[in-house]
């Protein structure tokens, strides 16, 4: 499994804080992926603050985004998120026994 770097769990709580960041990021894995530009049409805020709220996401390694022409497309990070889950279950007392 992957490991989280060091602040990474903090930086996610953050970005996860914000219910807009946290709405996005639930978009983007009802799809698998998902350009930037539907975000725009499902969301009703400017295409400036999606990508402020993108950026946030993509810093705390939720999201990867990559450039394709003029369009931004958006995938979600699976391997982080799964790193974060455990961690978080961990820091509560409620991790999984590991098998040896």
């Known amino acids: 499994m992957k490991r ?12 996860l804080a914000d219910p807009r960041r946290f709405a996005l990021l639930e978009t983007i894995a009802a799809g698998n992926e998902c350009p930037q530009a539907r975000l725009c049409r499902v969301f009703p805020i400017s295409k400036a603050t999606i990508s402020h709220h993108l950026k946030e996401l993509v810093q705390a390694g939720l999201v990867e985004s990559s450039k394709e022409g003029q369009f931004v497309q958006c995938t ?15 820091r509560v007392g409620k991790a999984p026994e590991l098998a040896i």
């Open 76 to 90: 979600v990070c699976d391997s982080v998120l799964e790193a974060y889950s455990a961690e978080l279950l961990r």
């Open 4 to 15: 989280l770097l060091p602040g990474q769990f903090e930086r996610i709580a953050k970005a």
